[in-house]
């Protein structure tokens, strides 16, 4: 680009990215460079589970799967700028400075195509706590084996597949969230098999810090205290990834979560459950509208579409926004190839703040609803809350289907998602608040199970 040019580019920059804060621009690269990397050599970039899954599903290694070279990201930080997060997917390095005329020397450089600032302000670093307090739950055992949380996963007739062996045992999950604060310390996860944990947004922080969001959503899947709360999916494996950055809203947030599924991805999980959504950022002309649920715009939808790609069953929260202007489900909820939930209360109806469909090009979105009014969770304190959200509906219904495919394990991704479908009440006439409906996973079991034993 000339120097002209860079300049009309910068003039036209909203008048407050001058107001003396730090600034992050995505950077679109022409290509990755070469990093050495090699297709037949895919151990250098892939965990061995990772290559696993994609053998058993006759998915290539292709160099989508390579990281971008170290020399790219080198002539970058040249500039000046700080590399903040990158994808291998997308081709694209997010970068950093005070500096908002930056812009001008990244869009000089031959291996730029294109440059879009996606943030601004100061992050807040989480102080890090060093107690060793536990938190133990103080509430009343009850008679019953899944306690306050029964209701829950007896909507599915989900604890019929947990008495028949399937618990999740084997199965590796990724809970992209927006923190898990106190889950270190919390007697619910005990037994909790941890894979391990990774911070996006404040890369080498503890995930354990700063929001409970994700506590509240783990325990859907992996609480464990008999009479207490047992979650949907209590015997899996979880890696555990922080990708919201809670004090602020801004496009950044799609790169953060492109990154976390990437990592989870390259750590070879089965199964990614994230409660997250976007559609509204703190910069209005940054915000998305509702032509663009087709799954096919919004940087986070593709980049859900491509973990489905490779494998990986997703499942997302359709978003809280049914008693909102938006009304609609949020990105990536419009993905396609994922399963996105909504939210019913009790009593079967729709939980009011729960997002509806359809998607722009009028693909059914919810797939199907789960508990998400007065969801039994773990709180940041160790004891039982109830809470409301698809947040909460999407783990408790993911958990149930994580056990599915550990009962079925000759089905690839799409096919447990058309299972799921297929095993709801609504099935012959979704519609767009409920999708699919309410999905019965002993049936589904049952009946998969019959033609998977008759087909051998």
């Known amino acids: 680009m000339s120097r002209f040019l860079s300049i009309i580019f910068l003039c036209c920059l909203p008048a407050w990215l001058w107001a003396g804060e730090n600034y992050r621009f995505r950077v679109y690269l022409k290509d990755k460079g070469d990093g050495g990397y090699r297709v037949e050599e895919p151990e250098a970039y892939l965990s061995k589970q990772a290559i696993e899954r994609r053998t058993k599903n006759n998915i290539a290694v292709t160099t989508a ?8 990201i080198n002539m970058l930080s040249e500039t ?11 081709s694209t390095v997010v970068v950093e400075s005070a500096d908002s005329t930056v812009v001008g020397q990244l869009q000089q450089l031959s291996i730029v195509d294109s440059v879009k600032w996606i943030w601004k ?12 307090e536990r938190f133990v739950s103080t509430d009343k055992p009850q008679d019953r084996e899944y306690g306050y949380a029964e209701k829950q996963i007896r909507m599915l007739n989900g604890i019929k597949l947990h008495e028949t062996g399937f618990q999740g045992e084997g199965m590796r999950v990724a809970v992209i969230d927006a923190g898990f604060m106190n ?18 947004v404040f890369p080498g922080k503890s995930v354990f810090v700063g929001d409970d ?6 325990s ?17 494996s979880y890696l555990l990834l922080k990708s919201e950055d809670s004090d602020s809203e801004y496009p950044i947030e799609e790169d953060y979560w492109t990154a976390a599924v990437e990592y989870a991805d390259s750590a070879g999980v089965d199964v990614i459950s994230s409660s997250l959504g976007y559609f509204s950022f703190d910069a209005d002309e940054l915000s998305y509208d509702q032509s663009a649920l087709d ?7 593709r980049a859900a579409s491509l973990a489905a790609d490779r494998g990986i069953l997703v499942f997302c929260s359709a978003g809280n926004e049914g008693n909102g202007d938006w009304e609609k489900i949020t990105f990536p909820s419009d993905a396609a190839g994922i399963f996105t939930v909504g939210a019913i209360d009790e009593d079967k109806k729709k939980s009011s703040f729960s997002s509806v469909g359809f998607t722009a090009d009028s693909r059914v979105k919810p797939d199907a609803v789960a508990l998400g009014t007065g969801s039994c969770v773990i709180g940041p304190n160790g004891n039982i809350r109830y809470a409301n959200g698809t947040s909460f509906a999407t783990p408790i219904l993911a958990g149930m289907g994580i056990c599915l495919w550990q009962s079925l394990p000759w089905l690839n991704n799409r096919e447990v998602i058309s299972l799921m479908n297929r095993s709801s009440n609504r099935y012959k006439h979704p519609n767009k608040e409920f999708g699919y409906g309410i999905p019965d996973f002993y049936k589904a079991y049952k009946k998969e199970r019959k033609n998977g034993l008759r087909s051998k």
Not at 121 to 132: D, F, I, M, R, S
Not at 185 to 195: E, G, K, P
Not at 213 to 218: A, C, E, I, M
Not at 295 to 301: L, N, V
């Open 65 to 72: 799967d390579f990281p971008i070279s170290r020399s790219y």
């Open 80 to 90: 000046g700028v700080k590399p903040v997060v990158e994808s291998k997917w997308f």
């Open 121 to 132: 302000g100061n992050l807040k670093v989480p102080a890090e706590e060093t107690g060793e």
């Open 183 to 200: 889950a270190d310390r919390i007697s619910a996860f005990d037994s909790l098999r941890l894979l391990g944990t990774h911070n996006i």
């Open 213 to 218: 969001h994700g506590t509240k959503v783990l």
């Open 220 to 236: 859907c899947l992996a609480a464990d205290i008999p009479g207490v709360m047992v979650g949907t999916a209590p015997k899996a």
């Open 295 to 301: 799954g096919k715009t919004a940087m986070i939808s």
